[in-house]
C-alpha cells in the first residue's frame, strides 16, 4: 500500500526555519535549556500544518508535552485544522505552579461564538487522584457567565491535557483583551488546589459572516426553516425554526453536515448540537465544523435523518422525591429509573450509532426551569445508557426528550447561495 502524499506548505515551514534560526541566534548566549526549548516548539508547530493528511505525524507529535490537547483537536475537527493552518491559534504557554501542581495554559481560540482553552498539567503527587472541580473565565474583573465544558482526569493518568471550552449563543463582545482563568481542582491528600493564570489576546478577533438562508423544509407535513447560517472560525451554527402548526415535536436532525462547492464535507461537532435555545420553543440552533476560512458560493446542507414524535407527547413525568417515574409516553420502549437527582435511561440499539443524551431540559412543577448538569454515557452491545444529571430539587418535574429514535425523513439535501 502506497502512502498518503504529505501536504507540507513549504512557504510556510521556510519562514518557520527562519523564525528559529533567527531565534536561536537571539538566545545563543542566553540559557542552553532554554534554546532547546524554543526550538522544540516551533519544530512542533511546523508539524502541526502537515498532520491533515499524515496521522502518523500527530500521533508522533501528539505525545510531546503541552501539544498533545491541540494536535487532537486538529485530527479531528477540520475547522480547528483551518485555525492553526491560518494562524489564528494563540500560543500562550503561561505556567503557574501550587501545592505541588504545575499547570501550562498553552494556548487559545478566541471568537464571537465561543472561547476553548487548551492546558497541560503535571503534579509532584499521584496525579490520577487529581479531579477538576471547576474552571471560571474572566474577562477584566468580569466572570463570564455559563460555565466552561471539560473533561475530569481519567483514571490512572499520570499528566494531563485537555481544553475547556465555553459557547456562546450570542455573539461574545470583547469589551477588553485581558483575561484570566482560575482552575479549581481537589486531591483527596492535598485537598483543594487552585490555580490562576492571566493572559492576553493578541489577535484582531474575527467578525462572524451571516447568511440570511430563509429555506423551509416538509418532511411528511412537518416544517422547518433554516433561517440563518453563522460562520465563525470555530463553528458553523445553523438557526433553525419550527412550524408552530406541526403535529409532531421534531427532537433531532442526524449527521447533518455542510458540504462545499469542491465537496470538502464538514461535519456536526459531537455533543455541540446543544441547543442555542429550547427546541420545545420552536427555535434551535445545530452546530458543525466551520468552513470559515474558505470562500464559496454556495453551501449543500445535508441532513442524514429527522427524528419526531407525536406532540404533548415529547416528555417524561418524575418525582424526583420519592424516585418514581409518574408518566410516559406508551411508545417509549426505554427502561428508566430515577436516582437523587438523576434520570438513567437504558435504550436499545437501533444501530450502531453513536452515544445519545435522551434528556436534558426539565421545568418543575411550578414551572421554572431546572437546571440541567451533565450526564455521562456508554453502551454494550444491545443497549444504550444514559444518566442525566440536574440540579438539587426534591420535587415534580417534567423532562422533555432531547432524542427518540424515529425517523420521519432521510437523505435531505439544500443548496444555499452565500453571495
Known sequence: MSKLPIDVPKEKLQQVRMDMFRKVQREKRAKKRIVSVAIASLFCLSLL????????????????????????????????????????YEEINVTQTKNGLSLTLQGVIADTSGFVLYYDADASFDISKLNLEEVQLFQGDEKIKGGGSFTSNQSHQTHIFSSVEYGFSEPFAYTSKDFKVVFRFYEKD???????????????IAKEKTITANRTVDVDGQKFTITKI???????????????????????LDDIAVETENGERREGIKYAMAMGRNMHDGKFTLYLQSNYFHDSDSLKILIGAVHAVPKGEDFIEVDFGTKEVLTKPDYLDWDISVTQQSVSVAAKKWD???????????????????????????????????????????GKAKIYLSYYFNPIGKNIELNIPLK
Open 49 to 88: 500544518f502537515s498532520i491533515r493528511v499524515s496521522p502518523t505525524i500527530a500521533g508522533h507529535v501528539a505525545k510531546i508535552p503541552g501539544f498533545q490537547a491541540i494536535v487532537s483537536a486538529v485530527v479531528r475537527d477540520k475547522g480547528i485544522k483551518d485555525i492553526v493552518d491560518n494562524e489564528y
Open 190 to 204: 492535598m485537598g483543594n488546589i487552585e490555580i490562576t493564570i492571566p493572559f492576553s489576546l493578541q489577535n484582531e
Open 230 to 252: 453563522r460562520r465563525s472560525p470555530l463553528k458553523t451554527a445553523l438557526d433553525i425554526e419550527v412550524d408552530e402548526a406541526n403535529t409532531m415535536q421534531i427532537l433531532s
Open 352 to 394: 450502531d450509532r453513536r452515544r445519545h443524551t435522551f434528556l436534558n431540559s426539565a421545568v418543575k412543577a411550578d414551572g421554572t426551569t431546572l437546571k440541567y448538569t451533565g450526564g455521562s454515557f456508554s453502551d454494550d452491545d444491545q443497549y444504550l445508557f444514559a444518566t442525566e444529571n440536574f440540579e438539587n430539587y426534591d
